[in-house]
């Protein structure tokens, strides 16, 4: 089963990625949708090898 970010978390993570960047003005919706990728990608269920026999 696939998980969503929480709008809270997203908020955080774009917080933090303009943080990262200096705090420059201009980049929020950008951050925004930066931030949304990252944490699908972090949630995203990991994937278990096949075993070859």
Do not use: C
């Not at 933090?16 to 925004?32: A, F, K, L, P, T």
């Not at 930066?34 to 096949?50: N, S």
Request: charged residues 30%; hydrophobic residues 30%; glycine residues 8%.
């Amino acid at each position: 089963m696939k998980r969503e970010p929480t709008h809270l978390q997203i908020a955080n993570r774009a917080f933090e990625i303009y943080i990262s960047r200096g705090g420059v003005h201009g980049h929020d919706v950008g951050d925004w949708f930066e931030a949304e990728r990252q944490l699908r990608t972090e949630l995203q269920p990991k994937k278990r090898a096949v075993k070859q026999t």
